[in-house]
């Protein structure tokens, strides 16, 4: 009965650090709950899913997988697949760093190749390793993204992937993507600047056809 109330006493005191964001804390209780009984009710309603809230809202996905199977949890695959891509938004498009985004990108698109937001994903990597200078591993993305249907993504796509092919030497398809930025619904300066490119590339790749038809 003392033990039972002790482990009362201290679910209570980690959800008090829980509500008052001391989150290490409030693990150091709930993790004990955990070591000492896993099949208490403080542990299976109170230790579980506030240890979840805590790991998920920090983006610990792969800590969160690992306690859920130690403990026999069930875990929401969608519900972690979200958790990552949240975090990788936030790294992106929030804070733009892509030293904290990349990794992130790695691990989502190794653990979910077909997910909701490989093309987010996709792309945003490309967008980070193109900056980086990385043009061998952002091409992938750039493909990816080419090949689906036009989208928001496109035309970047489109022009980074023929600047990384022309750089490559990859001629042809460098030109391939010149024409097809061609009539993407893009400005005039972009379509005379692909057209420029178009001309140089079928040159290099003695097209001589497509040359004259863009000169």
Known sequence: PNSAKKDKV?????????????YTKALD?????LKKDPKSPESTETAIP????????????DEW?????????TVDK??????MFNNIE????????CDLSLPECEKYLSKFPNGEHVLDVN????????????????????EFVLARANGSYTEKATTKAAYIYFKSNRFEEA???YKKLQELDADPTTKFNAKINALRCAWKAKKYEDAIEQA
Do not use: H, M
């Open 10 to 22: 201290n679910a209570q005191i980690g959800v008090l650090y829980y509500r008052l964001k001391d």
């Open 123 to 142: 792309f945003w990597s490309a967008e980070c390793n193109y900056s980086k200078g990385n043009y061998d591993k952002a091409l992938p993305g750039y």
């Open 50 to 61: 506030t240890i979840k809230n805590i790991l998920l809202a920090q983006g610990k996905t």
């Open 90 to 97: 936030n790294y992106y498009v929030t804070k733009q760093n």
């Open 175 to 177: 030109l391939t993507l």
């Open 78 to 83: 969608n519900e972690i697949e979200e958790t």
């Open 65 to 73: 997988e690992t306690i859920a199977a130690q403990y026999g949890v």
């Open 29 to 33: 209780y709930f993790y004990a709950l």
